[in-house]
């Protein structure tokens, strides 16, 4: 497809309404974002979460602090350049506005083609390539029919890439909980039958188990804490502590020459 046009910025923190005669593919980057569709209702999305917004679907939004997005504007109708195959699919994809939460894969894909955006802004070739790229793996995803069900599976693998990816950053349970598309009681539930421990307790063990990784190459446990997502040191050297009986200090020592 040779059609879309994608950008990356930031929404302001006042709020906007309107609609457009293009459809909009829309992805969260980085921080938190209030959008506001108008046939499916409000929703707070973050890192990784996006929506579908069809051409002439009112919207509103707005940023929550520091905020970064991606954007694919597909026109429409689309130019003569478009085939019938891609014009179906296009169609099938904005039928009706909708919420998505993006794999891990698909979020190491979406950072580094913003990150190419960002680096050649005014290139238009790389635009359409960049939102091309995007919006044709994001329509895998969401026809995947094991994507659909997942929720009904506890995919423990997937989510742990998701933790991976997110470890260095504040991830909230509901997050967690809209990865695996379930409600946060129904997460919390299945989450502890699964692993025997609640998903906050399992996420430190996850900062715990990366920080140790990191003091062992040689890092200074303060900017291990940032690494790890934790709010100070001594945040960290608490949760280290009473998980390990050792103070991250003491605990590198251990492995210095």
Partial sequence: MTFSKSDVFSLPDVADTHDHDYHQLVVVLDGNTDFDLESKGGQQMQSGSGCIVPSAEGHQFVGLGENRIMVVNLPVPPPKAITDEEYEIVSRLFDKAAYFQLNPRLQVLATALSGELQQYPDDPILARACGNTLLSAIRHQINNKDVRIRGNQLDIDKLDQYIELNLSRK????QLANFCFLSVSQFHERFKERTGMTPHQYLMRKRIERAQSLLREGHPPVQVAEMCGF?????????????????PLKYQKQFRP
């Avoid at 991830?171 to 509901?174: G, K, L, R």
């Avoid at 608490?238 to 390990?244: E, G, M």
């Fill in 171 to 174: 991830v909230h349970i509901s």
């Fill in 231 to 247: 709010s100070s040191q001594s945040a960290m050297t608490n949760v280290f502590s009473q998980l390990l009986g050792i103070t």
